[in-house]
């Protein structure tokens, strides 16, 4: 009997180009939805400060529900991008 021979099948992950296009268009995606966070937190927390100090209780509460909201889109883009980057080293090294 012939000895078991392990064949190294898989994709050429080689033959696709384009990751670097891929990674620059994720990264500036990811650089906006960061700036327009942070924005959205400034704009938020303005709101919040001001409904506060002139007795407005509405508009301190969507302030602070806005300051909120924002704060998790920041946290959450600014995660998506690590995972993309790691998602796309993990794809180079398959």
């Known amino acids: 009997m012939s000895p078991l021979v392990l064949a190294s099948v898989g994709p050429d992950f080689g ?9 620059a268009i994720v990264g500036a995606l990811l650089t906006f939805g960061l700036i327009v966070s942070v924005l959205m937190v400034i704009i938020s ?7 506060s100090s002139n007795g407005s209780w ?19 883009t600014g995660g998506a991008l690590a995972w993309a980057n790691w998602l796309l080293d993990v794809g180079a090294t398959l």
């Open 15 to 23: 033959a696709v180009g384009g990751s670097s296009q891929l990674r």
């Open 45 to 51: 927390a303005a709101a919040w400060a001001v409904g």
């Open 58 to 76: 509405q508009i301190a509460s969507k302030g602070k529900t806005g300051l909120f909201v924002a704060l998790g889109g920041a946290v959450l």
